[in-house]
């Protein structure tokens, strides 16, 4: 008997009793589902974590102020002013791994105006123009500003999407005037649209402008010790750009205009953030900042760093292995259910050798031979986990389409994870139909035609 003849007569025995049939691969059919729901929602989570990263750059990091303890309580990273422009130019310069560094000045809470409209961003940060080019962030409309308006303090701005739309609506507001406080800003660009990171921050309620002009103009100057915790921002023009009592820089000549502020060496900044290279070179990148920083803020080998370093690649590496092991636990589980699906078909094909005992006899007796047998009950044994198969593929898929639309989860289909549950159900076929199909192959003839 050839492999098709047998193929047309599994079939015909399977379509006998068609309803026993489909319970048995009802096992096969729940494991399947489970294994091709937990895979496709396991690969949208690992997407969203890759996406969000190459949001914020994937080679990039951070450089955060070292922390303070006052009265035995740590008061956490940033309660110290330790970082400087100066040191922001040295890791740029002196770092061979890292490609570009921007520092950064956060200003919160602050209000908007433009006309009647006004509006508080979560984010306004006073940053270089390399910041766009560290966060993979294009300008949609407009220009970014430049390093001779970042050395100016120019009072320019570019914007997230949300902010246009709170404060210009439909009206372009490249060249409009915006309002933090008492200083108006000149928008020169509109940053593209990101939309919401993984933690459901709105990326694009952000407005960017040059770090001196945040610094100088709206923080007011950062100053003090490396035990200072927090600055006093000025709360007159005067007091914001002027010094009182000591002079602590030599008066402007008057070739200057008086819009160019000088920016004192004890300028503090909040962050320093910058891009290695390559994504491989960002340890390279950390070893070298550590070190350099060491070295400038003058810390003996004993002492802790008065800074901190946070990359990408660990933030990725954590929430990747937190995902895979999710995603593997959930997979153990639908694992299981294909061995008790395997496990059911095993005895179904058991039966139905015991209740064909007769018919295999008389196929033995007209001329079938022992591997006929095998192979016929194989094959039936295998046709069942594959439909089973292919239905638990088509409910998993919509199982996961089904989460996707009412629970907002991400989703992304996977070829490999279809072939695999294809091939695994061929496996199981095999496995727990091999038994039943040799039993079967083992009969005698004649004491199978005497059963009754």
């Not at 739309?165 to 108006?184: A, H, K, Y």
Request: charged share 20%.
């Amino acid at each position: 008997m050839n492999f098709f003849n047998t193929i047309i007569t599994a079939l015909k025995a399977l379509k006998r009793n068609p309803t026993r049939a489909l319970l048995t691969t009802l096992g096969i059919v729940i494991g399947i589902a489970a294994v091709i729901t937990m895979m496709e929602i396991g690969n949208g989570s690992k997407t969203s974590v890759r996406t969000t990263i190459e949001k914020m750059g994937a080679n990039t990091g951070l450089i955060l102020p070292g922390w303070l303890r006052r009265g035995g309580v740590a008061m956490g990273y940033g309660s110290r002013v330790s970082l400087t422009p100066a040191d922001a130019d040295a890791v740029g310069r002196e770092c061979p791994s890292v490609l570009h560094y921007s520092p950064v000045v956060r200003a919160s809470t602050q209000q908007l105006i433009f006309g009647n409209s006004n509006w508080v961003p979560q984010q306004i940060y006073g940053v270089a123009p390399e910041y766009l080019l560290i966060r993979n962030w294009r300008i949609a409309e407009g220009r970014t500003f430049t390093r001779d308006e970042v050395e100016s303090n120019a009072r320019v701005c570019v914007i997230g999407a949300t902010v246009v739309r709170e404060l210009f609506g439909n009206v372009s507001p490249i060249d409009c005037e915006l309002r933090i406080r008492d200083v108006s800003f000149r928008v020169v660009g509109v940053l593209h649209p990101k939309g919401s990171n993984m933690m459901g921050m709105d990326e694009d309620d952000v407005l960017l402008a040059p770090w001196t002009t945040i610094r100088m103009r709206i923080t007011g100057r950062k100053t003090g010790t490396a035990s200072s915790t927090k600055s006093t921002p000025a709360s007159k023009p005067s007091e914001l750009y002027a010094a009182t009592g000591v002079a602590l820089f030599p008066e402007p000549e008057a070739s200057l205009t008086t819009d160019k502020l000088l920016i004192p060496k004890f300028t503090y900044i909040d962050q320093i953030v910058f891009s290695a290279s390559t994504p491989a070179k960002v340890k390279q990148a950390e070893k070298e900042i550590t070190a350099l920083l060491r070295e400038r803020h003058r810390l003996r080998p004993m002492e802790d760093d008065d800074f901190r370093i946070r990359n990408s690649s660990d933030f990725m590496s954590m929430l990747n292995s937190t995902t895979l092991l999710m995603t593997n636990l959930l997979l153990g589980v639908a694992l299981l259910s294909l061995i008790v699906g395997g496990v059911g078909i095993m005895n179904i094909m058991l039966v139905s050798v015991t209740e064909r005992t007769r018919e295999i006899g008389l196929r033995m007796a007209v001329g079938a031979r022992s591997s006929d047998i095998l192979k016929q009950f194989l094959v039936e044994s295998i046709i069942l986990c594959l439909v089973g198969g292919i239905i638990g593929i088509l409910t998993g898929h919509g199982a996961a389409l089904l989460v996707n639309y009412y629970l907002k989860w991400p989703i992304e289909s996977s070829p490999g994870a279809v072939i695999a549950a294809v091939g695994v159900s061929v496996f199981v076929g095999v496995v727990f139909g091999f038994y039943p199909a040799w039993k079967a192959s083992k009969l005698d003839p004649i004491d199978a035609l005497r059963y009754e």
